[in-house]
């Protein structure tokens, strides 16, 4: 209701402010019919004035006209007096009374002169005037008109805009109003169902509250009889209880050791090059054992450095182990990882070792300073790795005090509070990038030493390629500390989280005592559960097994039969083998024999040829070889077109040569393709009726097979035999309707197996006729 009456409150106030704008629209309207008006008003007067300025300019075009002409007239008056002159000197006497005339006749025309020019003079002051006067008012005028279009234009704009304006409000509003009547009466309708859902709601919280009252009841007195005592108030036997199983949480943490067993591998294989071939470097700079030898320093720490694999891999071992003891089925709490105190101990030799060797790398340093060879940069860069290793050894310690701590739970869990347990994981975060800081400090300062030093003049190959080692070794050493600082930043959290399996309020570890206790139960619990989940066999129906024996007594039988049919054909592959091979060994007999008799022919056509070529003389030889060629052409012309020949075997499809010579190789090659293709066209058929029979023989078997198991049946159920003797006998006739079929098949098949029969002996009388006329075809060839 609150919202209905919002919306009608704004509702109003919109079309107040469309009431408002609808006045001013109107006030805007007539200030542009007013405008609009006076515009037309001033283009009109703008005409008139236009017309008169037409007016005045064909007056003046006049006036000017008029102008010129007397102007022509006043020239020829004044040649005229110039010439009247010159003739009244010469006649002054005799022409007194004339000179009088035309005196009056000048002061005359000068007079009138005078007043033409006078008004000339006059009517060009006042077109003047005029002219200026128009111009004046018409640049008045236009500029007025200019200033009124723009003012029009101007309303226009704004009178467009504001009726586009208020048309978008008007579409708006209505919008807005359909919006909120569909709104409203949706708002209604979730009114009516959220009164509905209430009753409901109601209706169901009271069922439950009678419900959850009644179980309350119920656990109250199952507690009071069954329940001894309560094992949450103590700590010792709540220890012992098994908590609740988080799948998700160990693969997550087995998958987090993972990582961190392949960061630590390769941070083990990183610092074992690191100490072989700083033991390398010590062995040859700055004194070669190769050719002098070292300092009794140097020895030892040489000889420490040897030493590194043992403290060096127990490392990877160690962190082996624990990701070994974290697996799917048990909790992974620290008070469960004692794996971790074996990692621990293996750090903590290592930091041993790193003690060890420290001040004998100080050392070995100082004496590369004291060396002739060493320039003030080698000893700034020495120094600055004097301090990076006594950093990189703090680094080590803090790491092992770290983790020294995390493993106490497992052993000592009275050494450690839980809630501690939060900043030391942040302690180890820093401490990993502390050292992840200081191994590139190290990375920095040993690459700036290693150029230097190859720069010197006695700087050996062998030093370059060690200091080449040392400076990969120290790279993938801060490329496996970056790694492992960001790896444990990044699952900080997930390290933090729950590490305890004890009550959440509880400020120590549980003993490790229970929580292996606690472990063993788990295993029996989830072995009961597994006991409990097994699953029943279930039995098969009595009609289906009955069913089923049916089809394993047919099958079985059918294999039986599959078998013989198989034992069949392999042996009659086998006799085909023997055939093929004896076929094939006759073919080879016959190729040797055909290769003979055709060197026997070529060897004669030579011997005949070359007889002739030793007669003839060159002429003749040429001829004969033009002649010859011509012929090849002819023959290879007529071999081209195809020659059918029909007989018993089948369409023999050969190429004829010359009427007169057929060529011998070209046919024996047509031929021996033909009777090929033949005979495999017919071993193909032969096979395919083999397997035809033998199809048809399996079929009648596995029927015969059904026709014995029917009788079985019909013996064990003779009872339904006299209900059902109408469906048995239509039965038997079919079966025998299908007797007579297969066995008229059967007999089918034994005629197209005699007449296969016949047609291969029929083969092998036409291929003795082939080695027959191969024979006639060698004499013929031997006689040519």
């Known amino acids: 209701m609150a919202a209905t009456a919002e919306l009608q409150g704004k509702y109003q106030k919109l079309a107040q402010e469309y009431s408002k704008l609808r006045a001013q629209n109107q006030v805007l309207k007539k200030g542009v019919v007013d405008e609009q008006a006076n515009s037309a008003s001033l283009k009109e007067q703008l005409k008139m004035k236009d017309q008169s300025l037409r007016k005045l300019q064909q007056e003046m075009d006049s006036l000017a006209f008029r102008n010129q002409q007397l102007a022509k007239r006043v020239e020829l008056l004044q040649d005229e007096l110039a010439l009247s002159e010159s003739k009244g000197k010469k006649n002054k006497k005799s022409s007194e009374a004339s000179s009088q005339l035309s005196q009056e006749q000048k002061n005359v025309f000068d007079e009138d002169l005078q007043k033409k020019i006078e008004e000339n003079e006059r009517l060009h002051i006042q ?28 309303h226009q704009a704004v009178v467009e805009g504001l009726t586009r304006k208020y048309m978008d409000a008007i579409e708006k509003l209505q919008n807005d109003k359909a919006k909120l009547e569909i709104k409203s009466q949706a708002l209604e309708r979730e009114a009516k169902d959220c009164r509905v859902r209430t009753e409901e709601c109601q209706q169901q919280l009271r069922n439950l509250h009678s419900d959850l009252g009644s179980r309350l009841d119920e656990s109250l007195h199952i507690i009071r009889e069954k329940v001894p005592f309560n094992d949450t108030r103590s700590r010792q036997f709540n220890a012992l209880n098994v908590p609740l199983h988080n799948r998700r949480r160990q693969l997550k943490l087995r998958d987090l050791v993972g990582q961190a067993l392949a960061f630590v591998q390769d941070l083990v294989t990183a610092l074992l090059n690191f100490h072989t071939y700083t033991e390398q470097r010590v062995q040859i700079f700055p004194v070669d054992s190769a050719t002098d030898t070292i300092s009794p320093l140097n020895q030892k720490f ?162 370059i390629t060690t200091n080449d080692c040392i400076l990969s070794s120290v790279v993938a050493l801060t490329n496996g500390a970056g790694k492992v600082a960001s790896f444990f930043g990044n699952n900080l959290d997930c390290f933090t989280a729950s590490l305890s399996y004890g009550p959440e309020g509880g400020t120590e570890f549980i003993n490790p005592l229970s929580a292996e206790c606690m472990l063993q139960y788990k295993k029996k619990a989830a072995a009961y559960m597994k006991l409990l989940k097994k699953p029943c066999c279930d039995s098969v129906p009595y009609e289906e097994a009955l069913a089923n024996r049916r089809i394993l007594l047919s099958s079985t039988e059918s294999r039986e039969g599959l078998a013989q ?54 002429e003749t030889s040429l001829l004969l070889n033009a002649s010859e060629h011509e012929k090849e052409v002819v023959t290879e012309k007529v071999l081209r077109e195809p020659i059918k020949c029909t007989s018993l075997v089948g369409m023999l499809t050969m190429t004829a040569c010359n009427e007169e010579v057929p060529e011998a190789d070209t046919r024996e090659d047509l031929i021996k393709n033909h009777y090929t293709a033949r005979i495999v066209e017919l071993t193909s058929q032969l096979q395919l009726a083999d397997s035809k029979s033998v199809h048809f023989h399996a079929e009648c078997r596995a029927l015969a097979k059904r026709l014995s198991l029917a009788e079985k049946s019909k013996e064990l159920s003779a ?27 059967l007999s089918m098949m034994s005629d197209h197996l005699c007449s296969m029969n016949e047609t291969l002996s029929k083969q092998r009388e036409e291929i003795d006729t082939l080695k027959l006329t191969n024979k006639g075809n060698s004499k013929k060839n031997k006689s040519r």
């Open 719 to 745: 009872e339904e035999m006299r209900q059902s003797r109408q469906s048995i006998t239509r039965l038997q006739d079919e079966l025998t309707t299908t007797k007579r079929s297969y066995e008229d098949q």
């Open 302 to 463: 040489s000889q420490y450095l040897h030493e590194n694999a043992s403290y060096v891999r127990p490392l990877e071992e160690g962190m082996l182990l624990l990701f070994e003891s974290i697996t799917e089925d048990t909790v992974t709490v620290l008070e469960t990882t004692v794996k971790l105190k074996a990692f621990s101990d293996y750090l903590t030799s290592y930091v041993h070792f790193l003690r060890k060797i420290l001040p004998y790398q100080l050392k070995s340093l100082e004496e590369e300073c004291e060396s002739s060879l060493c320039t003030a940069a080698l000893r700034a860069r020495n120094t600055e790795l004097q301090n990076d290793m006594k950093k990189l050894t703090a680094v080590f310690e803090k790491l092992h005090m770290y983790i020294s701590l995390l493993a106490l739970p497992s052993t000592k869990p009275d050494r450690l509070l839980r809630t501690n347990i939060g900043s030391v994981f942040t302690h180890v975060a820093s401490a990993l990038h502390r050292f992840h800081d200081v191994m590139k400090d190290i990375s920095k300062h040993y690459s700036q030493k290693a150029a230097l030093e190859h720069e010197l003049p006695t700087a050996t190959q062998k030093l």
């Open 127 to 154: 077109f003047f005037e005029a002219d200026e006067k128009h111009k004046h008012l018409e640049s008045e005028l236009r500029s007025r008109l200019e200033v009124l279009e723009m003012e029009a234009a101007q």
């Open 565 to 618: 049919q198989v034992q069949q054909s392999l042996e009659k592959i086998a006799k085909l083998e023997q055939e093929k091979e004896h076929w094939m060994l006759e073919a080879q007999l016959a190729k040797i024999r055909l290769e003979k008799e055709n060197k026997k022919v070529a060897d004669k056509l030579k011997n005949s040829g070359s007889g002739l070529l030793i007669e003839a003389s060159p």
